[in-house]
């Protein structure tokens, strides 16, 4: 079920908040997990059992950690956690690249027949790995409750794509959350926020990425308007997706952590990670980068540690090879930042600073959207300039999808955040045209969400 | 009042009212059982009970059923097409992904809706004009092959500025170069050009030609024939008491789209015309309670089965047979003034030995009329083999 979907919004939603709202304080966590497995069963009722091992398991490992005299036992029942979390995701979701792959170099078949990815397992698992380091670690002491452990793991509004929750930040909350009247209005001023940049952006823009990745060998005009169009669409589809999640979770009286800070304002590869998709960053961070030795270690080590930590934070995305590339792509340019160039950047003007770091975002995205390599190199070489320069794909896309780029390249910036804040601030006038803005996107964002249910059914009756 | 507190509060007020109300008429509306617009069968109501639960179906039935019977769902689809139409969106309803992959549409000029024509990556076509190709080595009698442009092909000054558009004289020159021994390949690109003749023969909001385009294509058939072509003043044209809003209007509808006159040729000649699906034999070439409906085009013979036989006693020249899709449909009503009897297959739903039927039949002419985007979609070629 997502979040811009018409059944979540006008049935799923209202149902949740009102029962939440209306169950006494003692059961108001309990409630929550039920909706949470409801909606986690919805798309595969049979993983809702995976999750609810997932929940038993974790709830488990912090008691026996806990409870352990010995810091040999402490550590064992910890590594023995980890391997079941970490064997969970890659049985689940790198199985079959493992199969392919070993089919693809030896030329025997398949051995694994296909396994469904269960929704939300890179999320829900490293969650649970960060619950029983927390424990061990002493940074939190381990849940006494299962149905608020639970709650944690499978708390619907950052279920399927995060933001990534570390215990820590969400043990107090999971005792004292209550819903106020000003949390209760930023969260659906956030949620339709990312409900616009969801159906409104995101959305359209895919059928400029689609178009020009169907056609293939693009010009050096088509490409980018394919790689910019790529580069938009991920950006408001994830923050979306995230500002939808955030919002859910101040209507549920949580805070959850904020996930994206304007990534492509950013002046180098580093800085663009510490403002992508942030949550997951600070997980690698905490709980492999520094574990590894961080940089407080011999320079040869503090890259292998940059190398390891990247190659995975690529494959995390997606169960592909050109994921593992994106991810070294990415910890390359980090490591080649550290080494020496980040003193570089830090004397040329700025703008050259956020030119680099864009256009390394742009290239970083291609490997992210083909899977197939040969098409993404094509896309390279098309952007810079060996295919011709200009086709009617192009040319057409630049006619139809211009304004679109312009106004997600604006999107991106921090500049209709200031706008809106003005207006907000701007007495009757201001607070007016911002209620109407808002009321407008809102019922152009519903229109958006019943187009995409409409599908005519044509050549198939007559 | 504090800062920007009138915006939270409005904020909130939107968004609960938006859903109850959004909600409220979802409930309350009635529910259609069938959408002419996009001509399928709307969910039912879900069915609740385990099995359903255990296979996904229940949730699968509840999102679609909601999506079905979204209260005011056309105006919002409107009201979205507006919206793209307004960021610069001119092509619509495209799905890359799907199989046979789908260009969607072009809002193009002057009002009129066009297909994307996309080149065939998949070599459906190359394997339909081989079949076509041998057909008469195979059946023993020759084959005149009528392959129809789109109206995107023959109209491009008329799409989008542009607009990327597949050309289908490549189609053509791949027929020819499959034609065997027996096998005439028409060429009509040049006769229904707007640019050459400075006529529509394109609906505005459909997919298929109108009534003037099947006269052509007729024209140039029955010359093929060395029959001669009745003319089109030995018909009344008669207009559907409802405007037409075909199947490319369908994609992405948008209020402010102007629709097509329906206009279908009855013969003057008092003829005693029949036509024969199966066992069931129907007077006139017309099922005029679609004249009525929204799928005015299937007015013609009534659609499209397998097999319909139209028989024209008074008609001079003997039997047809005509290997077709909807194309042919509109041109039915011309080629019955010279056979009397039209042996139209469908081969998408055919699903016996062809040349047994030529066989049985005692059938000595064969046409084949198809649009070219239909030959690159949909494959034929199993059909025909033997």
């Given at each position: 079920m997502l979040f811009s979907s018409l059944f979540f919004i006008f049935i799923f939603l209202p149902v949740s908040l009102l029962v939440y709202y209306f169950v006494p304080k003692h059961l108001k966590n309990l409630c929550l997990l039920i909706f949470s497995l409801i909606f986690y069963a919805?798309?595969?009722?049979?993983y809702v059992f995976l999750m609810l091992f997932a929940i038993f398991f974790g709830f488990a490992a912090g008691k026996f950690i806990n409870h352990s005299k010995t810091s040999c036992g402490k550590k064992r029942a910890l590594i023995l956690s980890i391997c079941v979390d970490v064997g969970m995701l890659v049985f689940f979701k790198y199985s079959g690249l493992f199969s392919k792959t070993i089919s693809g170099l030896t030329?025997?078949?398949?051995?694994l027949p296909p396994i469904a990815l269960p929704i939300g397992i890179s999320f829900y698992t490293f969650e649970s790995i960060s619950y029983v380091v927390d424990i061990y670690r002493g940074d939190s002491p381990a849940q006494n409750n299962l149905i608020n452990f639970g709650t944690y793991l499978?708390?619907?509004?950052?279920?399927?794509?995060?933001?990534?929750?570390r215990y820590r930040d969400m043990e107090k909350q999971l005792v004292n959350h209550t819903v106020t009247k000003k949390k209760f209005e930023e969260g659906c001023r956030r949620f339709l926020l990312g409900l616009f940049k969801k159906v409104l952006l995101a959305d359209q823009l895919s059928q400029l990425t689609e178009k020009v990745r169907w056609f293939d060998s693009p010009s050096s005009l088509s490409a980018w308007i394919g790689a910019l169009a790529f580069t938009f669409q991920i950006y408001f589809d994830f923050s979306g997706y995230t500002d939808m999640a955030v919002g859910l979770g101040h209507m549920f009286g949580f805070t959850l952590p904020e996930n994206?800070?304007?990534?492509?304002?950013?002046?180098s590869a580093s800085e663009f990670w510490r403002r992508w998709h942030m949550t997951l960053g600070g997980w690698f961070r905490d709980y492999l980068y520094i574990p590894l030795?961080?940089?407080?270690?011999?320079r040869l080590k503090n890259v292998r540690n940059l190398a390891i930590v990247w190659v995975l934070t690529g494959l995390w995305h997606g169960a592909s090879w050109n994921f593992a590339l994106w991810g070294a792509y990415w910890g390359v340019l980090i490591i080649i930042e550290k080494l020496f160039f980040q003193k570089i950047l830090e004397h040329i003007p700025k703008f050259f600073g956020w030119l680099y770091a864009f256009v390394a975002a742009v290239v970083g995205w291609v490997f992210f959207e083909y899977t197939d390599l040969n098409a993404a190199f094509r896309m390279i070489r098309a952007m810079f300039?060996?295919?011709?320069?200009?086709?009617r794909l192009g040319a057409y896309s630049l006619i139809t999808g211009g304004l679109l780029l312009l106004i997600a390249a604006i999107g991106c910036s921090s500049f209709p955040a200031h706008v809106a804040e003005k207006l907000r601030r701007g007495g009757k006038a201001g607070q007016t045209v911002w209620c109407v803005g808002y009321g407008c996107l809102a019922v152009l964002s519903v229109s958006a969400m019943v187009g995409n249910a409409y599908s005519p059914f044509l050549y198939f009756r007559f | 009042m504090k800062h920007g507190s009138f915006c939270s509060h409005f904020t909130s007020l939107l968004l609960i009212f938006g859903i109850l109300a959004g909600a409220g008429a979802f409930i309350l509306s009635p529910k259609e059982e069938f959408s002419e617009q996009e001509n399928r069968v709307l969910e039912p109501v879900p069915k609740f009970s385990a099995d359903s639960i255990q296979d996904g179906s229940f949730m699968k039935s509840a999102e679609n059923y909601i999506g079905d019977h979204f209260a005011f769902r056309a105006d919002f689809v409107s009201l979205n097409t507006a919206y793209r139409l307004l960021l610069?969106?001119?092509?619509?309803?495209?799905?890359?992904?799907a199989d046979p992959p789908e260009g969607g549409i072009y809002y193009g000029k002057n009002g009129h809706i066009y297909e994307v024509l996309l080149p065939d990556k998949r070599g459906i076509f190359r394997r339909n004009a081989a079949a076509l190709g041998s057909f008469s080595r195979l059946a023993g009698i020759p084959l005149l092959i009528l392959p129809v442009p789109s109206g995107s092909q023959e109209?491009?000054?008329?799409?989008?500025?542009f607009a990327p558009s597949h050309d289908q004289q490549e189609e053509l020159t791949t027929l020819k170069a499959e034609a065997g021994p027996g096998t005439e390949i028409l060429d009509i690109f040049n006769l229904l050009s707007l640019k050459e003749?400075?006529?529509?023969?394109?609906f505005k909001t459909d997919h298929h030609w109108n009534t003037q385009g099947a006269y052509v294509g007729y024209r140039s058939l029955v010359k093929e024939f060395h029959l001669t072509a009745a003319l089109p003043s030995d018909f009344e044209y008669r207009k559907a008491p409802f405007p037409f809003y075909g199947a490319l209007y369908s994609k992405a509808i948008f209020s402010f789209q102007k629709p097509d006159d329906f206009i279908y040729p009855v013969p003057k000649n008092a003829a005693r015309l029949t036509q024969q699906i199966g066992r069931k034999t129907e007077e006139?070439?017309?099922?005029?309670?679609?004249?009525?409906?929204?799928?005015?085009?299937?007015?013609?013979?009534g659609g499209n089965p397998a097999v319909t036989v139209v028989r024209n006693p008074s008609a001079p020249a003997g039997k047809l047979l005509l290997l077709k899709d909807s194309f042919a449909n509109s041109m039915i009503p011309y080629l019955c003034q010279n056979f009397s009897e039209i042996h139209l297959i469908d081969l998408r739903y055919y699903n016996q030995d062809i040349y047994q039927y030529i066989k049985q039949n005692g059938i000595k002419n064969a046409a084949a009329v198809y649009s070219i985007k239909q030959l690159c979609d949909i494959s034929i070629a199993n059909k025909l083999e033997k």
């Amino acid at each position: 079920m997502l979040f811009s979907s018409l059944f979540f919004i006008f049935i799923f939603l209202p149902v949740s908040l009102l029962v939440y709202y209306f169950v006494p304080k003692h059961l108001k966590n309990l409630c929550l997990l039920i909706f949470s497995l409801i909606f986690y069963a919805w798309g595969e009722p049979s993983y809702v059992f995976l999750m609810l091992f997932a929940i038993f398991f974790g709830f488990a490992a912090g008691k026996f950690i806990n409870h352990s005299k010995t810091s040999c036992g402490k550590k064992r029942a910890l590594i023995l956690s980890i391997c079941v979390d970490v064997g969970m995701l890659v049985f689940f979701k790198y199985s079959g690249l493992f199969s392919k792959t070993i089919s693809g170099l030896t030329g025997l078949p398949d051995f694994l027949p296909p396994i469904a990815l269960p929704i939300g397992i890179s999320f829900y698992t490293f969650e649970s790995i960060s619950y029983v380091v927390d424990i061990y670690r002493g940074d939190s002491p381990a849940q006494n409750n299962l149905i608020n452990f639970g709650t944690y793991l499978s708390f619907f509004p950052h279920l399927v794509s995060g933001p990534i929750i570390r215990y820590r930040d969400m043990e107090k909350q999971l005792v004292n959350h209550t819903v106020t009247k000003k949390k209760f209005e930023e969260g659906c001023r956030r949620f339709l926020l990312g409900l616009f940049k969801k159906v409104l952006l995101a959305d359209q823009l895919s059928q400029l990425t689609e178009k020009v990745r169907w056609f293939d060998s693009p010009s050096s005009l088509s490409a980018w308007i394919g790689a910019l169009a790529f580069t938009f669409q991920i950006y408001f589809d994830f923050s979306g997706y995230t500002d939808m999640a955030v919002g859910l979770g101040h209507m549920f009286g949580f805070t959850l952590p904020e996930n994206f800070n304007f990534p492509y304002l950013s002046r180098s590869a580093s800085e663009f990670w510490r403002r992508w998709h942030m949550t997951l960053g600070g997980w690698f961070r905490d709980y492999l980068y520094i574990p590894l030795g961080g940089n407080r270690c011999s320079r040869l080590k503090n890259v292998r540690n940059l190398a390891i930590v990247w190659v995975l934070t690529g494959l995390w995305h997606g169960a592909s090879w050109n994921f593992a590339l994106w991810g070294a792509y990415w910890g390359v340019l980090i490591i080649i930042e550290k080494l020496f160039f980040q003193k570089i950047l830090e004397h040329i003007p700025k703008f050259f600073g956020w030119l680099y770091a864009f256009v390394a975002a742009v290239v970083g995205w291609v490997f992210f959207e083909y899977t197939d390599l040969n098409a993404a190199f094509r896309m390279i070489r098309a952007m810079f300039g060996f295919a011709p320069g200009i086709d009617r794909l192009g040319a057409y896309s630049l006619i139809t999808g211009g304004l679109l780029l312009l106004i997600a390249a604006i999107g991106c910036s921090s500049f209709p955040a200031h706008v809106a804040e003005k207006l907000r601030r701007g007495g009757k006038a201001g607070q007016t045209v911002w209620c109407v803005g808002y009321g407008c996107l809102a019922v152009l964002s519903v229109s958006a969400m019943v187009g995409n249910a409409y599908s005519p059914f044509l050549y198939f009756r007559f | 009042m504090k800062h920007g507190s009138f915006c939270s509060h409005f904020t909130s007020l939107l968004l609960i009212f938006g859903i109850l109300a959004g909600a409220g008429a979802f409930i309350l509306s009635p529910k259609e059982e069938f959408s002419e617009q996009e001509n399928r069968v709307l969910e039912p109501v879900p069915k609740f009970s385990a099995d359903s639960i255990q296979d996904g179906s229940f949730m699968k039935s509840a999102e679609n059923y909601i999506g079905d019977h979204f209260a005011f769902r056309a105006d919002f689809v409107s009201l979205n097409t507006a919206y793209r139409l307004l960021l610069g969106q001119r092509d619509f309803a495209a799905d890359y992904p799907a199989d046979p992959p789908e260009g969607g549409i072009y809002y193009g000029k002057n009002g009129h809706i066009y297909e994307v024509l996309l080149p065939d990556k998949r070599g459906i076509f190359r394997r339909n004009a081989a079949a076509l190709g041998s057909f008469s080595r195979l059946a023993g009698i020759p084959l005149l092959i009528l392959p129809v442009p789109s109206g995107s092909q023959e109209q491009s000054e008329n799409l989008p500025l542009f607009a990327p558009s597949h050309d289908q004289q490549e189609e053509l020159t791949t027929l020819k170069a499959e034609a065997g021994p027996g096998t005439e390949i028409l060429d009509i690109f040049n006769l229904l050009s707007l640019k050459e003749t400075g006529k529509d023969y394109y609906f505005k909001t459909d997919h298929h030609w109108n009534t003037q385009g099947a006269y052509v294509g007729y024209r140039s058939l029955v010359k093929e024939f060395h029959l001669t072509a009745a003319l089109p003043s030995d018909f009344e044209y008669r207009k559907a008491p409802f405007p037409f809003y075909g199947a490319l209007y369908s994609k992405a509808i948008f209020s402010f789209q102007k629709p097509d006159d329906f206009i279908y040729p009855v013969p003057k000649n008092a003829a005693r015309l029949t036509q024969q699906i199966g066992r069931k034999t129907e007077e006139g070439i017309y099922r005029e309670d679609y004249l009525n409906k929204k799928d005015k085009y299937s007015a013609y013979l009534g659609g499209n089965p397998a097999v319909t036989v139209v028989r024209n006693p008074s008609a001079p020249a003997g039997k047809l047979l005509l290997l077709k899709d909807s194309f042919a449909n509109s041109m039915i009503p011309y080629l019955c003034q010279n056979f009397s009897e039209i042996h139209l297959i469908d081969l998408r739903y055919y699903n016996q030995d062809i040349y047994q039927y030529i066989k049985q039949n005692g059938i000595k002419n064969a046409a084949a009329v198809y649009s070219i985007k239909q030959l690159c979609d949909i494959s034929i070629a199993n059909k025909l083999e033997k």
